[in-house]
């Protein structure tokens, strides 16, 4: 689901999702929109964030985040800006986070404008 910016803070009073996925060619405006989700998340009880950025290999958090989840453990914000798309690998880490993880975590990727090819990667139709 596709949202404007000037309706993010009213779906984030409705409901946080598990992932977001922020693009765009505007840095103030993907740093507002990721500010409003950390924002809510915060609000919502994650009390613990990892930022990641540039680099694939960091994803392996996301798969280390995955087996090690614990019943007690705090809610924390993935975080990834990157400044061009995930390799194969990377993506489906990605896409496996979004079909198979049952966890309170919430992913966040910021990435840069993505034309109509980049948009329907599995990846991110899997978000």
């Known amino acids: 689901m596709q949202i404007k910016l ?3 803070e009213q779906n984030l ?3 946080l999702l598990p992932v ?3 693009c765009g060619d505007e840095p103030f405006l993907i740093q507002e929109a990721g500010s409003l989700i950390r924002d809510a998340a915060t609000q919502a009880g994650f009390t613990e964030r990892k930022l990641f950025q540039n680099d694939d290999k960091e994803f392996q958090h996301l798969s280390s985040g995955m087996e090690t989840m614990s019943l007690f453990a705090d809610k924390t914000i993935y975080e990834f800006r990157l400044n061009k798309a995930p390799n194969a690998a990377a993506a489906e880490l990605i896409a496996q986070w979004c079909h198979d993880y049952q966890s309170e975590d919430l992913l ?6 993505m034309d109509k090819r980049a948009k329907n990667k599995a990846w991110v139709k899997a978000i």
Request: charged share 20%; aromatic share 6%; net charge positive.
């Open 6 to 8: 000037e309706l993010l």
């Open 13 to 15: 009073q409705a409901k």
């Open 20 to 22: 977001y996925l922020i």
């Open 108 to 113: 966040l990727i910021t990435t840069p404008r």
